[in-house]
């Protein structure tokens, strides 16, 4: 049997897959850079001031976080409804290791969340300063750059997957679906590289380790979005 006819469900999940793509990017873009970015900074006492001073738009950021933990986990379902029928077992995978790096967001927004309660200060911390607050908060929010970049080990590797199963099922044109192969690769390679070696960012800077898969997130997306899944006549896959 083959899978040169798709079917309604894989037609749906693609359009869906792009649109919590592109709907949850937007989302992370703006809350990460238009507001954290904005609020946080090298001093821990200026940091302090400026969530305190701007707390509703510290708490949109946490929202938009768990909007996009929501968008990645509606990604990931309809991502394995696409490939499935290409090889259930890798897409399976692919799907677990979305879900590894939709749990490390939710432990960044937990960190933003203890971040803000110290700077509250309350009954249970008054035995501390208001400079140490201050300091334990930006521990904490520091600690989110460790778990993203955790999480972006597992991004990479579920789209390292999800790119093998493109390629192989011929739904999209070979040469994006190879571009997402060596951008995804690449992601997963720099992360290692930069746990073995804190360095590593000298060489490769941060922006690049996931900008290559960003891209090919995105024309994915639009690819879905505006031509749609293509008959591949492959074989079909056995679980």
């Excluded at 006819?5 to 992370?28: G, P």
Aim: charged share 10%; hydrophobic share 55%.
């Amino acid at each position: 049997m083959t899978i040169s006819s798709i079917d309604k469900s894989q037609r749906t999940a693609a359009k869906v897959t792009a649109f919590a793509y592109l709907i949850s990017f937007i989302t992370v873009i703006y809350t990460h850079y238009g507001i954290l970015w904005r609020l946080t900074t090298g001093n821990a006492a200026e940091t302090a001031r400026n969530i305190l001073a701007h707390e509703q738009l510290y708490r949109i950021c946490i929202a938009g976080n768990l909007f996009f933990c929501v968008g990645v986990f509606v990604l990931l379902t309809a991502l394995y409804v696409v490939l499935k029928p290409v090889n259930r077992g890798l897409a399976l995978l692919a799907a677990f290791w979305w879900l590894v790096w939709d749990f490390m967001w939710l432990l960044m927004t937990l960190n933003l969340f203890d971040a803000l309660r110290l700077l509250h200060g309350g009954d249970p911390l008054q035995a501390f300063g208001a400079d140490q607050l201050q300091a334990l908060a930006s521990f904490y929010l520091h600690k989110g750059f460790d778990a993203y970049y955790i999480g972006l080990l597992f991004w990479g590797l579920a789209s390292t997957a999800c790119a093998c199963l493109w390629f192989k099922s011929r739904y999209i044109p070979r040469a994006l679906a190879a571009f997402g192969i060596v951008s995804s690769a690449f992601a997963v390679g720099c992360s290692f590289a930069l746990f073995i070696n804190p360095a590593f960012d000298k060489i490769v800077g941060l922006g690049w380790f996931d900008s290559p898969m960003g891209l090919f997130d995105i024309a994915l997306s639009f690819w879905l979005l505006f031509k749609g899944l293509k008959p591949s006549g492959i074989p079909e896959a056995r679980t």
